[in-house]
């Protein structure tokens, strides 16, 4: 596992994003928090990162845009997408993005975001 991995989360409810990050720097991360897609898809042209985490419905640019536009500009940054949408050809989505890339449905518990957090940063 890469010894405190950069992540950047992004996620528009304040809460969410305040304990997604803060059980990823317990983990030992480095976190960025961001709040929308387009302060994610700035920070990702500022720096880089060893994980994404975003959630899919977001203000401006949604994650998988985001994610998708980093895919195509060669961002091969492993990627947790987080969603409560069970809309038909969501997964399908998330898989196409490739393999570094894990689907978090919500409402889930910290286990599983930890289980994803180590399997996307080993």
């Known amino acids: ?20 990050s803060m059980a990823l720097e317990r983990l ?3 976190v960025s928090r961001v709040e929308n897609g387009a302060k ?11 994980l994404i985490v975003t959630d899919v419905s977001m203000p401006w640019m949604s994650g998988l845009q985001v994610a998708l536009s980093a895919r195509n500009a060669r961002i091969a940054t492993p990627l947790i997408i987080m969603t409560a ?11 196409a993005l490739g393999q570094h890339t894990f ?8 286990a599983q975001l930890i289980v994803a957090f180590k399997r996307m940063v080993s």
């Open 1 to 20: 596992m890469t010894i405190n991995p950069r992540v950047i989360v992004a996620e528009d409810d304040p809460d969410m994003l305040e304990v997604v």
């Open 28 to 30: 030992g991360a480095q």
């Open 40 to 50: 994610l898809i700035e920070s990702l042209a500022e720096k880089t990162f060893d």
């Open 85 to 95: 949408s069970r809309r038909d050809g969501l997964a399908e989505q998330v898989e």
């Open 103 to 110: 689907l978090l449905r919500k409402p889930f518990d910290m």
